[in-house]
């Protein structure tokens, strides 16, 4: 890659600092884009991210662990080397990490999305000589709708459930997703029930406050009256219909995924009976945006179609290479993405 960024078997290494971005191996010092599993992983001696990063680190991989807290465009420094974290728009917290040494400066996107959304400091672009980039939906067939659409056509699937006595499921990924859907359909009235580990999760999330009284945690004495009008939503681990229906009765269940854009994935199990197209990546894009806006020349893709992704760069002006990481989101195995 450059003497300034490598790739290393623990991770993206920066040698003069002597850190890593997002390591999926224990180091001593780790720089975290966000608090999802594949990009903040168990023992590192220093974890460095953004107030909410580290409130969601400490309760997923413990309150022991030593964190820093570094704000949105703050800039800290290791061995000269300076660093700075920029809004990513992908989930709460979720941050690019900027690194600057002797006139070079480089950007490490982590996971990212271009549309705002009423949870997430939107996405910033941020100008560098040279851009790792993740690809999840780095092909052209991945073009999102509005989210505005998706979720008034939530809000119009849950009313046909209602008039058919059935109790509408949301599934989303506990982190993001599931606070996205929240904040957009409690603007639009609708009570919400949520699993128990997203209400944990909603607790060091500061921007869901003023949407609080549309929210309620879903536990075991909760009456299953209330879901003749309420959105249970749920993570992928709690979708089980068998299990949902012997503790409310008959459901419909949704799914929200970039991957529902595709209609095999939509086919792949009974277990779904509406996709929608709702994802916290960039799409096609939002992706070509990045890049284009950052003036970057040299691009590095992972974690998605990064071959295919990288070449198509190739072929369209910029020197570009995919890069073989351990950054594995769920959405890779599953219907789910993160």
Same mark, same amino acid.
């Given at each position: 890659?450059? !003497?300034?960024?490598?790739?290393?078997?623990?991770?993206?290494?920066?040698?003069?600092?002597?850190?890593?971005?997002?390591?999926?191996?224990?180091?001593?010092?780790?720089?975290? %884009? #966000?608090? $999802?599993?594949? $990009?903040?992983?168990?023992?590192? *001696?220093?974890?460095?991210?953004?107030?909410?990063?580290?409130?969601?680190? #400490? *309760?997923?991989?413990?309150?022991?662990?030593?964190?820093?807290?570094?704000?949105?465009?703050?800039?800290?420094?290791?061995?000269?080397?300076?660093?700075?974290?920029?809004?990513?728009? $992908?989930?709460?917290?979720?941050?690019?990490?900027?690194?600057?040494?002797?006139?070079?400066?480089?950007?490490?996107?982590?996971?990212?999305?271009? /549309?705002?959304?009423?949870?997430?400091?939107?996405? /910033?672009?941020?100008?560098?000589?040279?851009?790792?980039?993740?690809?999840?939906?780095?092909?052209?067939?991945?073009?999102?709708?509005?989210?505005? =659409?998706?979720? $008034?056509? &939530?809000? +119009?699937? #849950?009313?046909?459930?209602?008039?058919?006595?059935? =109790? %509408?499921?949301?599934?989303?990924?506990?982190? @993001?997703?599931?606070?996205?859907?929240?904040? @957009?359909?409690?603007?639009? @009235?609708?009570?919400?029930?949520?699993?128990?580990?997203?209400?944990?999760?909603?607790?060091?999330?500061?921007?869901?406050?003023?949407?609080?009284?549309?929210?309620?945690?879903?536990?075991?004495? %909760?009456?299953?009256?209330?879901?003749?009008?309420?959105?249970?939503?749920?993570?992928?681990? !709690?979708?089980?219909? =068998?299990?949902?229906?012997?503790?409310?009765?008959?459901?419909?269940?949704?799914?929200?995924?970039?991957?529902?854009?595709?209609?095999?994935?939509?086919?792949?199990?009974?277990?779904?009976?509406?996709?929608?197209?709702?994802?916290?990546?960039?799409?096609?894009? @939002?992706?070509?945006?990045?890049?284009?806006?950052?003036?970057?020349?040299? &691009?590095?893709? %992972?974690?998605?179609?990064?071959?295919?992704?990288? +070449?198509?760069?190739?072929?369209?002006?910029?020197? !570009?290479?995919?890069?073989?990481?351990?950054?594995?989101?769920?959405?890779?195995?599953?219907?789910?993405? /993160?």
């Amino acid at each position: 890659m450059g !003497a300034l960024l490598e790739l290393t078997s623990k991770g993206i290494y920066c040698p003069p600092a002597d850190l890593y971005l997002d390591p999926w191996r224990p180091v001593e010092r780790a720089v975290i %884009t #966000h608090a $999802h599993s594949d $990009h903040a992983r168990w023992g590192m *001696k220093q974890y460095i991210a953004t107030p909410i990063t580290v409130d969601l680190m #400490h *309760k997923r991989l413990g309150k022991n662990i030593q964190t820093q807290r570094i704000s949105y465009k703050e800039t800290f420094f290791h061995n000269g080397v300076q660093f700075s974290l920029h809004p990513a728009g $992908h989930v709460p917290g979720s941050a690019q990490i900027r690194v600057e040494y002797k006139g070079e400066v480089w950007v490490f996107t982590g996971d990212f999305k271009i /549309e705002p959304d009423a949870v997430s400091d939107p996405f /910033e672009s941020v100008p560098c000589h040279s851009m790792i980039t993740e690809c999840t939906f780095g092909l052209p067939i991945y073009r999102w709708p509005k989210s505005s =659409t998706i979720l $008034h056509s &939530i809000a +119009q699937w #849950h009313e046909q459930n209602k008039a058919q006595n059935l =109790t %509408t499921v949301l599934v989303g990924y506990s982190l @993001g997703k599931a606070q996205r859907l929240l904040a @957009g359909l409690s603007a639009l @009235g609708i009570p919400l029930r949520v699993h128990s580990t997203i209400a944990d999760l909603n607790e060091s999330i500061p921007t869901l406050r003023p949407y609080t009284s549309f929210i309620r945690e879903w536990t075991k004495d %909760t009456p299953n009256e209330v879901f003749k009008n309420d959105i249970l939503i749920v993570p992928p681990a !709690a979708a089980d219909r =068998t299990t949902l229906e012997k503790r409310l009765g008959p459901v419909k269940i949704g799914y929200c995924s970039g991957w529902m854009q595709l209609r095999g994935y939509k086919n792949r199990t009974t277990n779904i009976d509406k996709g929608f197209v709702l994802s916290d990546h960039a799409d096609w894009n @939002g992706l070509l945006q990045a890049i284009k806006q950052s003036g970057a020349q040299n &691009i590095y893709t %992972t974690h998605g179609y990064s071959s295919t992704f990288a +070449q198509w760069l190739s072929e369209n002006g910029w020197k !570009a290479q995919p890069l073989q990481t351990e950054f594995i989101s769920a959405e890779t195995d599953v219907m789910v993405d /993160e």
